[in-house]
């Protein structure tokens, strides 16, 4: 071999640590060194013929599989048993001739294709040496694997473009702010609110009223937490719009270091709830709460009195004799006179009271931190009020009215409701004589007793088989066919005959039988649904309601399953009807429906616009049908509020995805009216009253069109 295709490992001549074995000791050292290496390294000689290259090299040109030694030869000879080196030098992008003439080092980005069709990317570097006079020495090149570090870039690119193009091309606002609060990044659409945000703060956009809870939620996204809240803004047009924030930390190294954020703008959906609400809960006729307003407001005393001992006063007032102010003079003129009442009774009270119309000539009035002296002292000023004269369109009206008056929980520990106790009260101010006030009086209500007959009665019921199910049918007012039934319980009473659900259910709550009641109409909905399967009836689904003292139930879910699984059903066979104060801040309630409708089981919300419900509990929350209460749909054949508000509530569930079913039908002209506002499923009177299981089967197996 020619000397020149060796290595030199000696020592200077003199240095005063050589000896003969220097020479071995240092070149073993040095293979030792670039053997360790994971990275290519390649010697050559001034004529470019191989002198050295470490092991991962010719593990990387699978060098072993060549006849003889690489050493002394060139990289055309050696590509000839090496198809990576020939692939290698074919792209080379850096000739060693180039860096001879270069005189430098020089680095370049190559790639190598290996048999089993991997092509990976290597960082080349190719270093000349030259001897003292100048002439070529060795070329050395250095080959580092960087395909991982090139896929690495490669895909941090592609987020790095991703995310751009989400951020520029969203629909909504978007934007970035830096730790110290202020704006460094913004989307085109936040132009339609402001002109720019970059280099303003919180401070600069968000209206005053609504800066402290920005701040607030800014630092506790700084913090690491991500935040949802709404807040208000002045736009380019100086107008107020309501903005629902999404503040997301951004997370590096552990550190937060900005917050990203998205704003929806929901200025038309709020306006267009409250709008809802102003239907749903506001007395078109005198601008007072309407009964549906009431019953929330009552809701909340009585929990309020429960945990505070605070006495909640309620009064009924009803005017005496206005059915004969409306049959003489009109409902133009009775109205009128009904609003003339309410402004008098309103500057009656003060900030603790809550006034109500119920409807027609009657008004409710709750009263808080009060006592029983002090409500009497308000019925007399009231009365008082009403008495004066009222002049409407040249009429003189003397009125008079009578007022009920019952205390919670004073009242309500005699086992009545308060509301029924009032009304107790209000009907015996009638018999004395009217244009007076009553307190009630247990002894007032001769109901009493039954109810607490009933009240006992209700478990030995049960187990003696009293109650059965009847079944109403759901129809699809397009085809008028059977689509669904929901399940009815009534209780046989041997001793008062027929008692509705509406009076025992309730005994069923406070008495804390309705988790039994519960499971044994689970039980017989199932069982029965088996039946008519055996008997080859096309069966529906079949929806009963659940009250929210089961859901709470550990148990609960259990029971349910276990019972399809006994009558060998599947989930899609029931639908359960839940009430809207189930679903109020209860995180167990929403696991509860969740896990039911992962077994198939429908999930609907009953009675909808009758309690604390709104469209946004229904957006947070995943139910499958929503149910249309009955005193919705009463007037919607000749109250446009009332209509409008169906239409809405139809359209907007639609637009939520859920199925609505209208309860309480009971006319021609409302089913065409709900079948033209798309309404997808009836029940009520005019296709069936609630039916026993076997006339039920006979619908169910004739197939007819109900009419």
């Known amino acids: 071999m020619d000397e020149s295709c060796r290595l030199n490992f000696s020592l200077p001549v003199g240095h005063p640590e050589f000896s003969p074995n220097d020479h071995d000791v240092v070149r073993f050292q040095f293979e030792t060194l670039i053997n360790m290496m994971s990275d290519i390294v390649i010697f050559k000689d001034a004529c470019g013929r191989w002198v050295e290259a470490n092991d991962y090299a010719i593990q990387v ?68 040496t030259f001897q003292s006079d100048g002439s070529r020495k060795q070329l050395i090149l250095f080959g580092r694997d960087i395909t991982g570090e090139v896929e690495k870039s490669k895909q941090l690119s592609y987020s790095e473009q991703t995310f751009r193009s989400l951020f520029e091309h969203h629909p909504d606002p978007a934007f970035i702010l830096s730790p110290s609060g202020h704006y460094i990044m913004e989307n085109d659409a936040t132009k339609r609110y402001v002109d720019t945000l970059i280099g303003y703060s919180y401070q600069d956009i968000v209206a005053k009223e609504s800066f402290a809870e920005a701040v607030a939620n800014f630092e506790a996204t700084l913090r690491g937490e991500t935040r949802v809240f709404q807040v208000d803004i002045r736009d380019q047009q100086r107008q107020t719009r309501q903005l629902i924030i999404t503040n997301v930390p951004i997370i590096v190294s552990g ?34 709460p309407n009964r549906r307003a009431f019953e929330s407001q009552l809701d909340v005393c009585l929990k309020d009195a429960e945990t505070t001992d605070i006495a909640t006063i309620l009064m009924e007032i009803d005017l005496d004799g206005f059915k004969h102010i409306n049959d003489t003079f009109g409902h133009l003129v009775g109205d009128q006179l009904l609003v003339s009442i309410a402004r008098r009774i309103e500057k009656c009270l003060n900030h603790n009271a809550f006034l109500a119309r119920i409807g027609g000539d009657e008004f409710l009035v709750l009263v808080s931190h009060t006592t029983i ?37 004073i009242d309500d520990e005699q ?39 009933l009240k006992n009665d209700l478990q030995r019921g049960i187990a003696r088989g009293e109650l059965t199910l009847y079944y109403q049918p759901k129809i699809a007012p397009e085809t008028e066919q059977i689509v669904g039934a929901e399940a009815l319980v009534r209780w046989q009473h041997p001793d008062f005959g027929i008692v509705e659900p509406g009076y025992f259910i309730p005994m069923a709550e406070e008495s804390g039988l309705i988790t039994q009641l519960g499971n044994w109409v689970i039980r017989e909905v199932t069982q029965q649904i088996q039946r008519w399967s055996a008997l080859n009836v096309c069966t529906v689904p079949v929806s009963f309601n659940v009250s929210p003292k089961q859901l709470v139930q550990s148990e609960f879910v259990r029971t349910v399953v276990a019972s399809l699984e006994a009558a060998g059903i599947e989930g899609v066979c029931i639908e359960l009807e839940i009430t809207e104060s189930a679903m109020i801040h209860n995180d167990h309630v929403v696991d509860t429906i969740r896990m039911l409708q992962n077994r198939g089981i429908k999930v609907s919300v009953d009675d909808f616009g009758t309690g604390y419900s709104s469209f946004g509990q229904l957006r947070r929350h995943r139910f499958d049908a929503l149910k249309v209460d009955k005193s919705f749909v009463d007037s919607i054949a000749f109250d446009k509020s009332s ?65």
């Open 373 to 409: 002296d002090d409500s009497t002292h308000i019925a007399d000023s009231i009365l008082t009020a009403i008495r004066n004269p009222v002049v409407v369109e040249e009429n003189t009206f003397y009125v008079t009215a009578s007022i009920g008056i019952s205390c919670s929980p």
């Open 255 to 288: 550190q937060v270091v900005g917050v990203f954020g998205i704003a929806k703008d929901v200025t038309e959906s709020i306006a267009a709830q409250n709008e809802i609400y102003q239907l749903a809960f506001v007395d078109h006729l005198t601008g007072l």
């Open 61 to 128: 040109f699978r060098l072993d599989d060549m006849p003889g030694s690489y050493i002394g030869k060139t990289d055309t000879e050696i590509a000839r048993h090496s198809t990576v080196l020939a692939f290698f030098l074919k792209g080379c992008q850096m000739p060693d001739e180039q860096v001879w003439t270069a005189g430098t080092t020089i680095s370049s980005v190559e790639t190598m294709e290996f048999r089993d069709g991997r092509v990976n990317t290597y960082s080349i570097t190719k270093v000349p």
């Open 643 to 707: 209509a409008t508000l169906v239409k809405a509530m139809i359209q907007m569930a639609h637009d939520l995805g859920l199925r609505v079913i209208v309860e309480g039908v009971e006319t021609r002209e409302q089913v065409e009216i709900l079948r033209d506002y798309g309404c997808d499923e009836i029940q009520g009177y005019y296709y069936s009253r609630p039916v026993p299981p076997e006339e039920f089967e006979t619908l169910l197996r004739q197939g007819v069109t109900m009419a």
């Open 415 to 453: 086992g009545v409701n308060l509301v029924k106790t009032t009304d107790i009260a209000l009907y015996r101010a009638k018999e004395n004589g009217k244009d007076q006030w009553q307190c009630y009086d247990p002894t007032m209500a001769s109901e009493s007793y039954r109810r607490f007959i």
